[in-house]
């Protein structure tokens, strides 16, 4: 029975393309209302460099307490802006959330809607079908470090990465459990342990004291220099793989690129059971922004995983089927060899919605 209780959905557009993608996402939602029953109360957030350059203001005061106990989820567009050369406001607002509302997966799935989408040769949509499981709060992205002698010949920068044992296990451990739930045989982690002796580490004990947990799932491990090379070669042998921030953000680039580029990609920024970030993997695109060119997809799949986590499968399920038929009819913009703009690519997807 399909809960009638509405969800709060805080939508952030933010930077660049964002809002021209996430507007599309959101008339999906609101077509939804109608055909799938989805009851969501939306409240639109204008956080983002224009804001952060006329008032001085990125992440609001109290926003992150009330995003925690006034929504069920956020959806946002993208971060990023160059008239700020700091990326100060993007910090704060997305790295501010990931962190203060503890979202520590990083889930980005990684799937070939079509062969003539990937630039690798000969592959089918069965070889390319993998979520990554990216830690989502610390490593690199702690934000320790500093200066010595700053602007002399004798400067000395540092930048720390910190692994908690309670970081590292409860994403191992998400990783092991999507695999047991989702029926994927093999989980990956990827890390540099041959260097980072003491991160990698840690790493290497807490993975093979969960996976020991999980004695029908395989595990698996490879160096994140490998993975690279084996994400090109052979992306068919992964399932799912789990990495650290850093490794975790530059896998899914790579990833997105298998499956058609950053203009498909989709991810959900997650703490299970309580309000999570919902955005697409690409950035606020500069060079595209406010030429209607942008590829929605990303932000729609990303609404799709959104709906998902709220208990919409259905609904959910109904974008992905649409999505995957605008996709195989060409049905798309011109980054996937289409000719549309964002909002006909848009509309192309809710007309093929099919009513439940
Ligand atoms: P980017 O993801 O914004 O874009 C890289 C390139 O990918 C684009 O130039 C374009 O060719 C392509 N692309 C991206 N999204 C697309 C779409 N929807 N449709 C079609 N093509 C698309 O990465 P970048 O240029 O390295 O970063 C630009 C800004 O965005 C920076 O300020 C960066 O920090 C920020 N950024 C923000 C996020 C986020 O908010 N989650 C993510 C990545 C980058
Ligand atoms: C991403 C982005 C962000 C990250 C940036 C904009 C801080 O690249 O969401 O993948 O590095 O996590
Ligand atoms: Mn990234």
Known sequence: MMSQVKKRIA??????????????????????????GVRLELTHFDWGADKYLQEGVSLPDGALAMLSTEFDAIL????????????????????????????????????????????LRERAPSDIDFVVFRE????????????????TIDEIATQEELNTRRGVERIITAAFEYARAHNRRKVTMADKSNVQRFGGDL??????????????????????????????LDPAQYDVIVSNNL?????TDLGAALQGGLGLA????????????????HGSAPPLAGKG?????????????????????????????????????????????????????GEAVRQRIQVA
Request: glycine share 12%; net charge negative; charged share 20%.
């Open 247 to 251: 490794f975790g953000d530059i896998l």
């Open 293 to 345: 060119v942008a590829n929605p997809i990303g932000s729609i799949l990303t609404a799709a995983m959104m709906l998902e986590y709220l208990g919409y499968e259905a609904a959910s399920e109904a974008i992905e089927q649409a999505v995957a038929e605008t996709v195989g009819a060409r049905a798309t913009t011109r980054d996937l060899g289409g000719t549309l703009s964002t909002a006909l690519a």
């Open 11 to 36: 939508v952030i557009p933010g930077d660049g393309i964002g809002p021209e993608v996430i507007r599309e996402a959101v008339q999906l939602l609101e077509l939804l209302r109608d055909t799938h």
């Open 203 to 232: 790493w290497q004990r807490v993975f093979k004291e969960v996976a020991a947990q999980y004695s029908e799932i395989e595990a698996n491990h490879q160096y994140v220099d490998a993975m690279a090379m084996f994400m090109v």
């Open 76 to 119: 946002a567009g993208a971060f990023g802006d160059p008239r700020v050369k700091s990326n100060q406001h993007a910090e704060d607002i997305l790295l501010g959330m990931r962190r203060g509302l503890d979202l520590y997966i990083n889930l980005r799935p990684v799937r070939l809607l079509g062969a003539h989408l990937t630039p």
């Open 266 to 281: 989709a991810s959900g920024n997650i703490h299970p059971g309580k309000v999570s970030l919902f955005e697409p993997v």
């Open 136 to 151: 989502n709060t610390e490593g690199a992205y702690c934000g320790a470090g500093g200066f010595l002698k700053k602007g």
